[in-house]
Structures are given as C-alpha cells and as structure tokens.
C-alpha cells in the first residue's frame, strides 16, 4: 500500500501585475508513489519543484489538476496531518519562545496527549541534544541547534510518514552524519520516509528508491539496486536525466 | 479547541516577550502629567478632569497597540514563514486565526487592565469614588476589539502592513461619524452615492453604540443598553474575523 501518491499532478502558479497576468509551471503531470515503510528520495536542482511537490503534500499549496493522496486520504486534509512530521528547509521557528515551549506548542497543536506530554517534550528535547538548551530562547539558538529543534517538533507526535525537506543543506559533517542515522532509525521503526534534496551521496546512502525530478516533471526512478555497488551509478543517471531550468550556464574553464 | 488554546498561548507569551506592556508604562507617564497638569484645579475639579483623561488614554493607547500588533499579527509569520510549520499540524485555519486574535486581544486587555490599575489607584488617592468605571473600561475593550478585528481583516485583504494601518485609521475616523453618514445618505439624490455612503457606514465600527459617556450621562447605561452593546461589538468582530477567514483559506504558501 502506498503512503503517498500524486497523480498527473500540475501545479502552476499564476501572478498578476498592474493587470498582466504570468503563469510559471512549477510541477507538469507528476506521478510519483512512495511505499509504506520506505526510504524515498527526491531528487533535483533548484527549482525542479521538489519544495512545490511537498507543499503539495502537506496541503500548504493546491495542486492545479490532478490528485494528491497520504495515508489513503484525499489532500488537503487537516486530519491527515496529525499523521505526518515534517521538517522545512529551514527552521521556521517563532523565535520569542524557549525551545521546550516550542516543543510544548507543536505537541499540543499535533494533539499529544495533556497528560504525559510534558514528559514526551522533555524526552524528545533529549533525543535531539537540546535538554541542556531548553529553556533558552530560540533566538540565541545556532542554526545546527534551531534544525534539531525543527526535527523535535516533526517527531513529537510519532507520525506515521516523515516528510523532511532539504535536510542536510547548510549542516556540518557531523550533523549531517547525525541526520542520517536518524532517518536509519526511522526507518528501523518501520516509518515511511520521504526527503528532497540535492546531495546525491546523501541520497544513495539511506534511501530504497529515488525519484529525479526535472523541470517538474518525474525523469526517472531508480531502486538501491540499481546503484549500490556501483559508484557514480547515481550521479550518472542524474546528470543524464535533469536539465537546467533556473537560467544558470555551465561554468566554462 | 485545544490548538485555539496552544496558539492562544503562544500569541500571549510573544506579545509580552515583545514588550507591548510597556503600553502601560507610557500611560503612567500620561497620568504624571495629567497630574501636573491639573494640580492647580480644585481636588472634585481634578479628581473629574484625571477620571477623563485617563479613561480617554487608556482607550487610545489600547486602540494603538491594539492596532499595530494585529496588522502584523498574520502577515509577520507568512514572512517569517513560521505559519508554514503551524499550518503543516492539524489545525484547522479558522482556528489559528482566532487564536492569534484572541491572544493578541488578551495581551492588550492586560495591558488596559493594567493601565486601570493605575488610574483607579490615583482617582482613589484624590478621593473619587463614583461608579461606572467598569464599564466605561469594558466599552473602552470593546472597541479595541473591533479595531483590532477590523485590522486582522485588512491585513489580510491588502497584504501590506503599512496599507492595513492606514485603512483601519481611515475606518477609526468612519467609525466616528456613522451617524452623520447615514443622515447624508438619507438625503442623497444620487441612488449609487447613497449605496456606497451606507457601504462605509456599516462597514465601519460604529463607535457611538459604545460610548458609555453618553449612556452614563443621559442615565440609559442599564443592563439592557451595556447587554446590547456588547452584542453589537461581538457581532462586529465575528463578521470580520468571518470575512478575514475566508481569505486566509485561499492563501498558499
């Protein structure tokens, strides 16, 4: 059964200026399916319409044709939600709070239970590494701490489907090393993980299968058995598949 | 209800870790010199002339707060795009609406209480002792209420802080005038200069359905006037909260 599935998806954005109307495709008949209990990869270059194809998902944006479904539900769904943990590309925490009433705020909001929730705050700050930095403000956090924050909150209510989006981007090697072992326990415990992102070794090392993403569209997917193995299988395939879209030339030497 | 709460709380904490009580700290210098002012009045000449001023600042500078914390109050965490990580748990929009609103609102009636603490502290030191303070201040919240509801909504319809701010200055001056609006309607020859005249009129909050001065005066401040005017004032802030809903469920992010 599947966790996710988008069908024929299209999503264009419309702008209107002084009367001019722009029309901007950001995803073209997008089919994608992620199995419960795996490990999926998104892959592209900026722009390719991984962040629209997650925002799609957890119902921030609606697609212009097609279908979207999570957990055998049609999307948007409010309800569904209490069934997802998803982390942004950034950490768009409010700031004015402490890291435990960040916390507190997302378990409420992902319905935890009141009693007991104190408890399951103060265990998932552990998990993360914040205990000791609880009750300081998110606005003295670091960047590599608000990212630990942001994944608590993800994780607070033991969603079913991880969606985690650009999750390595800007991170050291040793958060980095640290994401990934995450998403290995995720998975050990059975969630469903999908994440978007543009490292290529990052990908190859946690995930079952991948999609490569082009100019909206799903170029080519590919299964760990296909590039385990064999290195450079990947990359191979992904430079073979994407094309550039943000108007960027190729560095000329 | 539990995510109107958990936003509610959330909103509170933010707005009284971002300093809006210091709305009470300027009243305190209002009332220093007020005193000043008058300390060359008889004591029952005094004592009426600070009752005024105070009630009349804690009505203006609660409308100022009021004011200038909603226009932001949705549009500051689209930018932040923290709204996007509250948006993503299941929380129905109307929901968090309503309690960025009520908690906001909150913030400022704690403010204004303080505020009455103060005044009620000086009047008993000059010796007033007349009733009604109650109620002069529960009209006083009402229409900061309605401001601050009229504010949320034009936030949202004109997605620019500066330009809600300004409008909901322009419906403030309205508000004032609904009656005399309504009487220039009435003799308008024109069918469509009538229409939108009343448009404006009904649009704004009409403030003279508040006005304890005039109730308390004219001795109509009874149970059934204070009951009538705090419907009007819930009808009010319901009918733009409705209005400001249905636009924030059409927004993507």
New interface residues.
């Given amino acids: 059964m599947n966790a996710l599935s988008l069908r024929g998806v299209r999503k264009v954005y419309r702008r209107s200026h002084l009367g001019r109307v722009t029309e901007t495709v950001g995803l073209d008949a997008l089919d994608v399916e992620v199995r419960r209990g795996e490990v999926f990869g998104l892959l592209g270059l900026n722009g390719s319409g991984k962040t629209t194809t997650i925002?799609l998902v957890?119902?921030?944006?609606?697609p212009t044709d097609g279908a979207v479904e999570v957990l055998g539900r049609p999307v948007p769904d409010?309800?569904v939600?209490?069934r997802?943990g998803?982390t942004?590309e950034?950490a768009?925490?409010?700031r004015?709070?402490t890291g435990r009433?960040n916390l507190r705020?997302?378990a409420?909001?992902?319905?935890v239970p009141a009693r007991g929730r104190e408890t399951r705050v103060a265990e998932m700050l552990e998990r993360v590494g914040l205990s000791r930095a609880m009750d300081k403000?998110l606005s003295e956090y670091s960047k590599g701490m608000l990212q630990r924050a942001?994944l608590a909150?993800a994780l607070i209510h033991d969603p079913e489907l991880v969606i985690l989006d650009e999750p390595v981007t800007g991170l050291d090697p040793l958060a980095i090393k640290e994401v990934r072992t995450l998403i290995l326990w995720l998975k050990e415990r059975g969630k469903t993980v999908l994440f978007s992102s543009h490292d290529i070794s990052e990908v190859e090392r946690v995930c079952d299968r991948i999609g490569i993403l082009s100019a909206g569209r799903l170029a080519k997917t590919m299964t760990q058995d296909e590039w385990r193995g064999r290195p450079d299988a990947l990359e191979d395939a992904f430079a073979a598949s994407v094309a550039r879209t943000d108007g960027v030339g190729e560095i000329k030497l | 209800m539990?995510?109107i709460?958990?936003?509610f709380?959330?909103t509170l904490?933010?707005h009284v870790?971002?300093r809006a009580w210091l709305s009470t700290a300027l009243f305190g210098l209002v009332l220093i010199a007020g005193g000043l002012v008058t300390s060359v009045l008889a004591a029952d000449q005094r004592a009426r002339m600070m009752l005024d001023l105070g009630l009349a600042a804690i009505e203006a500078i609660g409308l100022v707060t009021a004011v200038f914390l909603t226009v932001g109050l949705v549009l500051s965490?689209i930018e932040?795009?923290?709204?996007?990580?509250?948006?993503?748990?299941?929380?129905?929009r109307w929901q968090y609406l309503f309690g960025r609103w009520l908690g906001t609102l909150a913030a400022v009636a704690l403010g204004m209480a303080g505020m009455a603490l103060l005044h009620l502290a000086l009047l008993a030191a000059l010796g007033w002792s007349a009733g009604g303070y109650g109620l002069a201040w529960s009209c006083s919240l009402g229409s900061v209420a309605m401001m601050s509801a009229l504010s949320l909504l034009l936030s949202l319809a004109l997605t620019s802080e500066a330009a809600a701010m300004a409008f909901a200055g322009f419906f403030w001056l309205l508000g004032h005038f609904t009656a005399e609006m309504s009487f220039v309607a009435d003799r308008s020859g024109s069918p469509f200069l009538r229409g939108l005249i009343l448009v404006f009129a009904r649009a704004a909050p009409d403030f003279a359905r508040l006005d304890y001065r005039d109730a308390l005066h004219g001795g109509a401040a009874g149970g059934a006037w204070a009951a009538w005017a705090a419907v009007y004032a819930l009808a009010y802030c319901a009918a733009c909260l409705a209005l400001a809903v249905q636009l924030f469920e059409q927004k993507?992010?």
């Avoid at chain 1, 409420?108 to 319905?111: D, H, I, Q």
């Fill in positions: 925002k957890m119902g921030l944006h609606l409010v309800e939600l209490a997802i998803y942004p950034s768009y925490l409010n004015a709070l009433e705020l997302f409420a909001l992902s319905r403000r942001s909150q | 539990g995510a709460l958990a936003v709380d959330y904490r933010e870790r971002r965490e932040s795009r923290a709204v996007f990580l509250i948006l993503t748990h299941p929380v129905p993507e992010f």
